[in-house]
């Protein structure tokens, strides 16, 4: 096993307890008719998780161990079986550890002899006077004193240096914002960091109110709070204080990228609400993702079919118990009542309880029409 994979010696104990964990899932004339694992235990062993010893995996790394740019899996060498994983040495890290989620590739062992060569030889690159020279490959990373040892990443320095120098470019002006394609635009005079957005999503009302798009899908949105009857037009009672309100703006788009509709929310700004004074309870139980799988496997288990509701505008259908009052959106304010405001007698997007009130408003229905909650607290919450 260690020759066939040009394994070193010192494996020679993975080596044996590898082999003895074959040999018991074997047949054996010790035991006729079946396997010693197998009169041992009385269990068949399953046999289809036996792998090569000695190739060449790539064992995955968990989220928590990694950070955003890290690699996702890790080079290593199967040595053998342990716990119901496979058993991994990582040779750069000298580390021994144990996955399930591993890919083998079983055609393929490690170089140690290039390995170990690579180790020795160390590449330097000199730089004296501002020149760079060739690389050379040291035994020993011994230089005079008056050359400086630079990493092997600074070899493009030479490259740019005999590019020519990029002639200033005049500013430009995209959708009211000034860029300087200059501060952009790299040697080769490639764009980096930069992208044009033809239909970028807007910001502020003043970009949108004039777009004929934009204008209809925010009528739209006024339309279904008024329909709902989310609030309606009133005098500010003395003691209490209009909370603002401000448009999001969405471009749903296709899987080709091509622009599905447009999309405009009415929020309101809840960061500006008071605890105990605009709102009580916040907290909202949702569906755990186990919860979910289990549904989707029982499901495929028992051939169901599953459908798919999305509720339009949910958080605007939740009766309020507080009194919370917002001021009218500019550009839509109502001529000669400039100093009203709304009163919400139901939940708005942005409301710190408005999760909560969709959730009792949800929960009674389903418990009216027949549904139960599940009664396992360790699958279901919410």
């Known amino acids: 096993m260690l020759n066939a994979k040009g394994l070193p010696n010192y494996f020679w104990v993975e080596a044996v307890t590898c082999a003895v964990y074959l040999i018991n899932r074997s047949p054996t004339r010790s035991v006729l008719n079946t396997t010693p694992i197998e009169a041992w ?9 036996l792998k090569v010893s000695g190739s060449i995996t790539y064992a995955h790394v968990p989220k928590a161990t990694r950070s955003k740019l890290d690699d996702k899996a890790v080079k290593t060498i199967f040595i053998g079986y342990k716990h119901g994983g496979y058993k991994l040495y990582n040779p750069m890290t000298k580390k021994m550890i144990v996955s399930r989620d591993v890919t083998f590739t079983e055609d393929e062992e490690w170089q140690w002899n290039v ?3 690579m180790d020795s030889k160390k590449r330097y690159i000199y730089v004296l006077n501002d020149d760079v020279e060739d690389e050379v490959t040291l035994e020993a990373p011994t230089v005079q004193r008056e050359a400086v040892i630079q990493p092997e990443v600074a070899a493009p ?3 740019m ?10 500013p430009v002006h995209l959708q009211g914002c000034k860029v300087n394609l200059d501060d952009e635009v790299d040697d080769n005079g490639d764009l980096v960091h ?8 807007p910001v502020r009302l003043a970009d949108v109110i004039q777009h004929p798009k934009w204008k209809e899908v925010m009528d739209e949105e006024l339309m279904a709070i008024e329909k709902n009857n989310t609030w309606h037009l ?18 749903k788009v296709k899987a080709n990228g091509e622009i599905d509709r447009y999309k405009a929310r009415l929020v309101e700004k809840g960061f500006k609400q008071r605890e105990g004074y605009d709102y009580e309870e916040m907290f909202s139980p949702v569906a755990r993702m186990e919860t979910m799988r289990l549904i989707i496997a029982l499901a495929a288990q028992r051939q169901w079919k599953i459908h798919q509701m999305d509720v339009k505008s949910a958080f605007l259908n939740d009766p309020l118990d507080e009194n919370v009052y917002v001021k009218q959106s500019s550009g839509f304010i109502q001529s000669g009542k400039e100093e009203k405001v709304y009163k ?22 389903l418990y009216a029409n027949g549904c139960k909650k599940c009664a396992s607290r360790s699958l279901c919450k919410g």
């Not at 930069?194 to 999503?201: K, N, T, Y």
């Not at 009672?237 to 309100?245: E, L, R, S, W, Y």
């Open 41 to 49: 235990s009385g269990f068949k062993p399953n046999v289809q998780h």
């Open 115 to 117: 390995a170990a060569d």
């Open 157 to 159: 320095i030479a490259t």
């Open 161 to 170: 240096m005999k590019r020519p120098r990029r002639q200033q470019r005049q």
């Open 194 to 201: 930069f992208s044009f957005l033809a239909d970028s999503e």
């Open 234 to 251: 009133t005098d500010l009672p003395k003691g209490h204080k209009a909370i603002d309100v401000k448009w999001v703006y969405k471009i």
């Open 344 to 365: 919400l007698t139901k939940a708005l997007y942005g409301l710190k309880q408005a999760p909560i009130a969709w959730n009792k408003r949800i929960d009674s229905f």
